[in-house]
């Protein structure tokens, strides 16, 4: 790449100023020296816009808020995918159909290259913490302008200014760090809600998964830290949090940095986090993801029954309902130990909804294994399950081993589906005539008279009502359940 992109950017610009070696000062000043440039377009009339295409879990859809965040402070202003002059691609590479779809929409975006000189494209994310996938983007991709990993995110401003001002390709990618850079100020869909990392990595090692590889090992932040994010977002009119992990029910085990809290109370893990964050007023909701069966306590469960406003939602992921297939997955835990989890999670919060991830063909799946898998989600009657091939990841233990023949995989996927589909039809109908706390979203898209709100085990429901309620818990009569929503009606004036 060596033809100039960006033209108004004088070649022998100097920063004159030194440049601060510690974060986040570092990053601050590169987002003054980027805000120059994007200054320079708008004097002469044009806005510079940006896209954040986000694929995969939870945790980059709130890293790509962040990112929007960023760039916004920049100057840029966010616009469709189909129109930006930057496209910022935060990949996924849990299975490689998520590779594959990165891929087709680079193809797609090479032509305007040469429709807007100032067209940028850069992709971060786990699959960028894959050194096959940079080489193939260094190679075959030469269009890329800038690419980064998991690790650092929160040096999108250094990294856009050195190539707004090099006028060359950088490729960043790094190592698990010793330090973790938060990048405050996200961009949210909803201003009312908003993820708040717990953690970072995972050490479990499960043999399909390419995780660990890519997020590095559990690192915890400490929860001092972590409250003061829930009372900042609170001031900014945040009432629903998420506390995310790629394993929170093993949040505390390797602390990033010195805590008070933690010195006077070694034994604190999350059950005692979620409490401290029930305590910070304000809030309405509190959710959480992910639980792993194996580290899920009756701590855990006994704090959730004590405190309403933690939503009565839990995904479980169980992947397989088979003993044999558990333990080659490293999982840890047996489908009646899964069983009796789940029954001591219905005895103690009878309301609530639990949702899981199953994965179908991992290596050396029998018929038998398979048909436990269906006992379990027939025994367990999830409200919603996300269903998964297996896919071959490079690296991880399982890709060695001798894989399923995709004909039968793929008759095993449809009668997964089959019954984890019906029994959660049943299961979302279960609250029709009750009466539900909603947060209120948005107006409806279909018909401007409703509004759109969800439930606390996230069921969508859409009943008439006015804008001035968004942002709001408010309660709703279900009137009628439709498979996987509801219609209502709205009882009485917002509740304080
Ligand atoms: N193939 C298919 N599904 C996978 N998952 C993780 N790794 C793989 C893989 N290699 C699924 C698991 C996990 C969810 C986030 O993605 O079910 O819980
Ligand atoms: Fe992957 Fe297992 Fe870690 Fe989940 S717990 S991220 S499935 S290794």
Redesign the pocket.
């Known amino acids: 790449m060596n033809e100039k992109i960006i033209s108004n950017i004088p070649e022998d610009y100097q920063i004159d100023e030194p440049i601060p070696e510690k974060e986040p000062d570092r990053q601050e000043f590169f987002i003054s020296l980027c805000r120059n440039y994007i200054k320079t377009y708008q004097e002469e009339g044009q806005q510079l816009t940006y896209a954040i295409v986000t694929f995969g ?1 939870q945790m980059n859809t709130y890293d790509s808020e962040r990112l929007k965040g960023l760039l916004e402070r920049i100057g840029y202003r966010e616009a469709p995918e189909k129109e930006a002059d930057l496209v910022i691609f935060n990949t996924c590479t ?2 490689e159909n998520a590779n594959q779809r990165l891929y087709g929409h680079l193809g797609q975006l090479k032509p305007r290259k040469k429709e807007n000189p100032n067209f940028l494209i850069g992709l971060c994310g786990c699959m960028m913490q894959e050194p096959d996938v940079v080489e193939k983007i260094r190679k075959s991709y030469t269009f890329v302008d800038f690419v980064f990993g998991t690790y650092n995110l929160h040096r999108l401003p250094e990294l856009l200014f050195a190539r707004l001002h090099e006028n060359r390709r950088i490729i960043e990618v790094l190592p698990e760090p010793k330090e973790h850079v938060e990048i405050k100020g996200a961009k949210r869909k909803y201003p009312f809600k908003s993820g708040v990392n717990i953690m970072y990595g995972c050490n479990n090692f499960c043999t ?3 995780v660990p590889y890519v997020r590095g090992r559990e690192r915890s932040r400490t929860p001092e830290d972590i409250l003061q994010d829930v009372k900042e977002l609170v001031t900014e009119g945040v009432r629903e949090i998420m506390l995310l992990g790629q394993n929170v029910n093993s949040y505390g085990t390797n602390f990033m940095e010195e805590s008070a809290i933690i010195s006077e109370k070694p034994d604190y893990g999350f059950p005692e986090l979620l409490e401290d964050v029930c305590k910070v007023p304000g809030l309405d909701r509190i959710r959480f993801m992910t639980s792993h069966p194996k580290d899920l306590s009756d701590r855990l469960i006994d704090v959730i029954a004590r405190n309403p406003k933690i939503c009565r939602h839990i995904h479980l ?1 169980v ?1 397989s309902g088979s003993t044999a297939l558990l333990e080659k997955m490293n999982r840890h835990y047996t489908k009646e130990q899964y069983l009796a989890l789940v029954d001591r999670i219905r005895e103690k919060l009878p309301d609530c909804s639990l949702t899981t ?1 199953i ?1 179908v063909g991992f290596p050396g799946e029998t018929e038998e294994d398979f048909l436990d898998t269906l006992d379990v989600v027939r025994k367990a009657r999830y409200d919603q399950a996300f269903t ?4 071959r ?1 490079t690296g991880t233990p399982a890709a060695g081993w001798e894989q399923v023949p995709e004909d039968v995989v793929k008759d095993r996927f449809d009668r997964l589906l089959e019954v984890v589909n019906s029994i959660a039809h049943e299961r979302c109908g279960r609250f029709e005539g009750q009466t539900a706390e909603v947060m209120v979203e948005e107006i409806n898209a279909q018909d401007a008279s409703l509004l759109t709100g969800r439930m606390e085990n996230n069921i969508l429901v859409h009943f008439p009502g006015t804008a001035d309620l968004i942002g709001h818990l408010v309660p709703v009569r279900l009137t009628k359940a439709h498979g996987f929503y509801y219609t209502g009606e709205l009882l009485k004036e917002e509740r304080e």
């Open positions: 879990c849990v299975r399909y998964c390419i992921p992947q991830d994965m998964f091939i297996y896919s990841r």
